[in-house]
């Protein structure tokens, strides 16, 4: 089963606005991880946010991460068309030895931001 | 794509046929992953490795075996390929010790289909 649940599943915005999508996750991480995937290709690391950190700013990104309650969330300010792809939160857990560099892979949130 | 190149990109093959698709990187990391991305299951790790001759299964390695006999090469097998392998595959790479906990680069990707 997936470790994270992605929300929502289809996220349609015109250009300039903000786009907030929602991740969460059941056991307990060392650190949560966004990627985009434009169609066609593979997916490419945008932010990392540890699990000691609340929240994070890159760009025009900003992620937050509540521990308590397991949840991450991705922002994207004013929004462009070429912001359009998938987002996919990944989590990283705790347990060591050769699992340490293993990902956990959400379903992911398709944003489609119009002109 | 972060000199990670997957081979072949496309291939179309027949039920009980085997298929190796090949991954290879230029970036000397020492864990690399296959995972394989179907609608409604975001991406869903095979199998990965955490050094030369060292694998591990993933959460879907059912019907898959894999290959690590250089740092740069890790190959994947459908030792006798079914339609429900029908997918995109996708290789990547990470190196925890040398870049942010275990952001991983992605491959571009090989589509697959089994008739």
């Known amino acids: 089963s997936q470790q994270g649940e992605e929300d929502p599943q289809a996220l349609s915005i015109q250009e300039g606005e903000n786009a907030t999508m929602n991740c969460s996750y059941k056991t307990s991480i060392n650190n949560l991880q966004w990627y985009r995937q434009n169609s066609g290709r593979g997916l490419v690391h945008l932010i990392l946010?540890?699990?000691?950190?609340r929240e994070k700013h890159s760009g025009r990104l900003r992620v937050t991460l509540d521990t308590s309650k397991k949840s991450s969330s991705l922002l994207i300010t004013a929004s462009r068309a070429a912001d359009t792809a998938s987002y996919f939160c990944?989590?990283?857990?705790?347990?060591?030895?050769?699992?340490?560099?293993?990902?956990?892979f959400g379903q992911g949130t398709i944003l489609t931001v119009h002109p | 794509d972060a000199g990670i190149t997957q081979s072949p990109r496309h291939k179309v093959t027949e039920t009980g046929t085997p298929v190796t698709l090949r991954c290879h990187q230029t970036?000397?990391?020492?864990?690399m992953y296959w995972y394989r991305q179907d609608p409604g299951h975001g991406l869903r790790l095979i199998h990965y490795s955490y050094g030369v001759k060292d694998t591990d299964k993933g959460e879907v390695s059912d019907g898959y075996s894999v290959s690590r006999s250089k740092t740069e090469d890790f190959l994947l097998t459908l030792e006798s390929a079914t339609s429900s392998q029908t997918s995109v595959y996708f290789c990547?790479?990470?190196?925890?010790?040398?870049?942010?906990?275990?952001?991983?680069?992605f491959g571009p990707g090989t589509r697959l289909t089994v008739l």
């Open positions: 946010i540890r699990s000691n950190e």
């Open positions: 990944a989590t990283g857990n705790r347990t060591g030895g050769t699992s340490y560099g293993k990902l956990t």
């Open positions: 970036e000397n990391h020492r864990y």
């Open positions: 990547a790479i990470s190196e925890p010790q040398r870049t942010d906990y275990n952001e991983q680069f």
